[in-house]
């Protein structure tokens, strides 16, 4: 599976921006897909996921309410869209995949990442 992230960028504190993963090389359709993000001197942390098959979403309490994960089977691709950013929400995002048995867990494939800085 290779996933491809996009759509970072700058942006002032409270704007907003729009994630995308792009997948290939497998079936989209039955693959979990999540998103993490790692600050300068920070761990990776989980932001959002979404399964294959409920479509249910999960976030990580500090973006509920804020971010907005979805998919298109059609177009392979996952998206994030973050409104209310925070300069605290500055970090790279990756997007990943897995297909064992629900969103939480080890995944198995990585994009690149895409930078994120939010101004304040």
Known sequence: VQLQA?????VQAG???RLSCAASGSTFSR???GWFRQAP????????GISWSSGSTYYADSMKGRFIMSRDNAK???YLQMN????????????????????FGSYDYWGQGTLVTVSS
């Open 76 to 78: 392979n691709t996952a």
């Open 31 to 33: 693959l979990h897909i």
């Open 6 to 10: 996009s759509g970072g960028g700058l």
């Open 84 to 103: 209310s950013l925070k300069p605290e929400d500055t970090a790279v995002y990756y997007c990943a995949s897995r297909s064992g048995l629900g969103v």
């Open 15 to 17: 704007g907003s921006l």
């Open 41 to 48: 001197g920070k761990e990776r942390e989980f932001v959002s």
